[in-house]
């Protein structure tokens, strides 16, 4: 349970870092954290299926896909 | 004026939204289906993994609409991404600096492994959690890991929509011969063997290498798409 409470506490964070951040790499990170923890979390409330698909899609996929669309058009939110 | 009316008419959402979600209870016990999976999921489709029995039994025309739904997506990224010149894009990776040989040669040796270890989860997927979806974007993330890797690589997209047409067909075709032999779409036709054989559960594991070859070869095309496109800035 106290994971569980860590967890989202980190969550939380790293989704207000990935709103505040000026560099869109360290936004994309800080999202892909936000994936990774959940990630975490699904396998912790016992959804192996959902924590397998949300660390495959959402913390390696997207990240990359943001990646290379940032590296195609600009670094930094005007 | 512009903000207060935006104000007024987010809160207006608000409190219409709590009014008609007051009157829901939550924290009941109202899905009298979850028990009946519960209890009868493995003794109907013969797959332990109770997600993979309702994911590809009870509700396998729901899974047809969601790989119909990320064939559309990888179909509108294809068709967004190609609207621009094509450009000669090999001179633009001929800037990027080479990897290090350790990179290079790492991804390569781990590249078949991880697309094995894909293909380990969307075959096991009636007997362990995960199951085509996770399968193919392990697959994905294989070719990512190449593309990161190595400068310059290239996908040839002709054997991944070749795959991607055949597995969807496949799908397709398989739910027709049920609807054929038991009278109604995706119905399980084959013998269901015994629980946790790794040829057990009737059409599910087929289904879920079809689902999985989809999968990876959409996901595969969205990223070679992404990294073949366009210029470097």
Redesign the interface.
Do not use: C, F, V, Y
């Given at each position: 349970m106290i994971y569980i409470a860590i967890l989202t506490v980190a969550m939380l964070i790293a989704a207000g870092a990935a709103y505040l951040f000026r560099d869109l790499i360290a936004a994309v990170v800080a999202c892909a954290a936000v994936s990774l923890i959940a990630s975490a979390l699904f396998y912790l409330l016992q959804a192996?299926?959902v924590?397998?698909?949300e660390a495959?899609?959402g913390a390696?996929?997207t990240t990359?896909?943001f990646v290379?669309?940032i590296?195609?058009?600009?670094r930094y939110e005007k | 004026m512009r903000a207060f009316l935006s104000f007024s008419i987010l809160s207006l959402i608000v409190v219409g939204l709590a009014l008609s979600l007051s009157h829901v209870p939550f924290g009941q016990d109202r899905m009298r289906v979850a028990d009946y999976y519960l209890d009868h999921g493995a003794t109907d489709t013969g797959a332990p993994n109770l997600v993979t029995a309702v994911v590809l039994n009870y509700r396998a025309l729901d899974t047809l609409g969601e790989i119909t739904v990320l064939f559309i997506a990888s179909l509108g990224v294809g068709i967004f991404l190609s609207l621009q010149k094509k450009k000669d894009t090999t001179k633009d990776t001929k800037n990027l600096p080479e990897a290090s040989l350790i990179v290079r040669r790492g991804s390569q040796f781990l590249f078949p492994l991880i697309l094995l270890f894909g293909g380990y989860i969307f075959l096991h997927g009636h007997l362990t959690p995960g199951g085509g979806f996770q399968g193919g974007s392990v697959i994905a993330s294989a070719f990512l890991l190449m593309f990161l890797g190595n400068t310059g690589y290239r996908l040839r997209q002709g054997p991944l929509a070749v795959t991607e047409s055949l597995a969807g067909i496949t799908f397709v075709i398989i739910g027709l011969i049920g609807l054929g032999i038991g009278g109604y779409f995706l119905n399980n036709f084959l013998p269901k063997g015994s629980e946790f054989a790794l040829f057990s559960a009737g059409v599910i594991p087929i289904l879920y290498a079809a689902i999985g070859l989809k999968v990876g070869a959409e996901l595969a095309g969205i990223v070679a798409n992404m990294f073949e496109s366009g210029s470097e800035r």
């Open positions: 192996p299926d924590a397998m698909a495959a899609i390696a996929l990359a896909i290379i669309a590296r195609k058009t600009g | -």
